[in-house]
């Protein structure tokens, strides 16, 4: 019985019997209508003639269907372009990949304020310097022709206009990582196309219509009926359009905590959609610019050869995001201002526990007491075992993967300390001059400088501590104790001086 089976077994092989188990269960349908008619067919071998019919369908279906289905059990007989599979980038808002401060895919400790894809979007993007260099001029001259007319009426300090600046340059990096997510043949055909055919087939059935054709476009718009377009109504229309659809957008192309402020977002609405989108479209629908385009995708010749060699490529708009205002704001502080005075550095200490980053502070604190000791001209041995102690501290604390206060570091600074907190103590001595603690001490500051000090600044508690003079719980408690008038001028009066310097 056994031999039996393995000489079916066998024969099954060889006639390849289990690519019709594959066959029947990718098309159970077609299997099972091929099974009835087969069955019909030896049943009523009769009216053969009329079955020939529905032989017939079923190997016309059946073959069109191989013809054009890609992922097919059966072979393909026509020649089909797989689509390459789309590069998978990094997310933004509300959720991004390398956090700012311990560098974990998707951490959950840390804010989404902290993801550097989320607060600066133009990291790691680069562009031809030529296309940087007319980006720059034409956000420019946008500022140029709608903001600086009323804006210099005002005043002519530039630190709004700076703000504005790298408002935009925060858009146009949130606009350039969102194209690259798009996936442009799906684009095209599932939407493009299907638009192009319907607005060709509603143009022919009105040049029926009409006889001349400047009446043309009007009986366009009417074949549309209600299927027409609110913005292609009138001007008016297409302007509160965009205004509505740039409205919508902002929150996802705005910097955190931007729609809090009610006046920038207006006002960049109104940039964006009257001086922005709506000369883009305007340029767009142009038929030059849309017979210019098709000629582009159609035209297979080859380009002509550069006569210019490339231009180099550069860092997103990094030059036009420069501030150009060389007075200090009222409003802008430093890192060292905030540790020089207690009240500010209890409201930033504040801050940073809600944002879950204390320990990016005191890693600072803890490498400039160790600096303080080990820069010392001798050494004992004690000493030397006390900050061997404290570099294993430190490495275990700040660098580990599986350590919770966690800090992103180069691999050559995370690689140098290991090889002194694994060594013997009295290597200790070569962090004296090797560079891999003062890397770490740098990266963390810039990382306190440009990420938490301007989060600080435009924190509730920065802005409570000028208007009503809060001060920290250390100092008397009879300072905090006052009318809300003495609180009001204490508070008015620091402005003041500030803005005086």
């Given amino acids: 019985m056994a031999a039996v089976r393995r000489a079916l077994r066998q024969l099954g092989l060889r006639l390849r019997l289990h690519l019709l188990r594959d066959v029947g269960r990718q098309y159970p349908v077609f299997c099972c209508i091929l099974l009835l008619l087969a069955s019909c067919t030896l049943l009523l071998n009769r009216y053969l003639h009329i079955l020939m019919i529905f032989w017939s369908f079923l190997a016309g279906v059946v073959t069109f269907y191989c013809s054009l ?10 020649f089909t372009v797989e689509r390459k599979p789309k590069v998978e ?23 989404a304020t902290l993801l550097l894809e989320n607060y600066q979007p133009w990291l790691g993007l680069t562009i031809s310097s030529k296309v940087d260099a007319s980006l720059s001029e034409i956000l420019e001259l946008v500022i140029e022709n709608f903001v600086h007319p009323w804006y210099r009426d005002i005043t002519d300090d530039e630190a709004f206009v700076d703000e504005l600046r790298a ?31 319907k607005h060709i087939e509603v143009i022919s059935k009105a040049r029926q219509k009409v006889k001349h054709s400047e009446y043309l476009q009007q009986a366009a718009l009417e074949e549309y009926g209600p299927d027409l377009h609110l913005a292609m109504r009138s001007r008016r229309d297409e302007l509160q359009y965009l205004r509505k659809l740039t409205e919508l957008l902002f929150p996802y192309i705005s910097p955190p905590k931007a729609t809090e402020c009610r006046s920038l977002t207006l006002l960049i609405q109104e940039i964006l959609a009257g001086s922005v989108f709506l000369p883009s479209l305007d340029f767009l629908a142009d038929p030059d610019t849309v017979n210019r385009l098709l000629l582009i995708f159609i035209n297979n010749s080859p380009p002509e050869p ?33 540790r020089s005075q207690q009240d500010l550095l209890f409201g930033f200490m504040n801050l940073l526990k809600q944002e879950s980053a204390v320990h990016v502070l005191q890693f600072c604190l803890a490498v ?62 070569k962090l004296q001059t090797m560079r891999c603690l003062f890397e770490a001490y740098e990266h963390v500051m810039n990382l306190l400088e440009t990420v938490f000090t301007p989060m600080f600044c435009h924190s509730d508690q920065y802005f409570s501590y000028l208007l009503t003079g809060a001060e920290s719980p250390t100092r008397n408690s009879k300072s905090n104790r006052g009318s809300n008038k003495r609180g009001e001028t204490f508070g008015i009066s620091r402005i003041g001086s500030k803005i005086k310097g």
């Avoid at 684009?187 to 196309?193: A, E, S």
């Avoid at 180099?312 to 905030?338: C, D, H």
């Avoid at 992103?408 to 300390?417: A, L, M, R, T, Y």
């Fill in 69 to 78: 289905g890609p992922a097919s059990l059966l072979p393909n007989i026509l």
């Fill in 89 to 111: 980038q990094q997310e933004l808002f509300p959720q991004g990949h390398s956090c700012a401060v311990c560098g974990k895919v998707k951490c959950k400790r840390h804010k």
């Fill in 167 to 197: 408002t935009l340059h925060f858009f146009a990096a949130v606009l350039v990582r969102r194209a690259q997510k798009i996936d442009v043949p799906v684009m095209v055909n599932r939407k493009l196309l299907n638009a192009a055919v």
């Fill in 306 to 338: 550069a006569t210019e060699p490339p231009s180099p490529q550069v860092p997103f708009l990094q030059r036009y995001a420069v501030p150009r205002n060389k007075t200090q704001s009222a409003l802008k502080l430093e890192l060292k201002e905030i």
């Fill in 368 to 429: 400039e007491e160790f600096n303080d000791k080990i820069l010392r001209p001798e050494l004992t041995d004690d000493e030397k075992q006390f900050l061997h102690k404290e570099v294993k501290e430190i490495y275990e604390t700040y660098c580990l993967d599986e350590s919770v206060d966690k800090i992103k570091f180069d691999p050559f600074i995370v690689e140098e300390i290991q090889q002194v907190a694994e060594g013997p103590y009295k290597d200790v001595v």
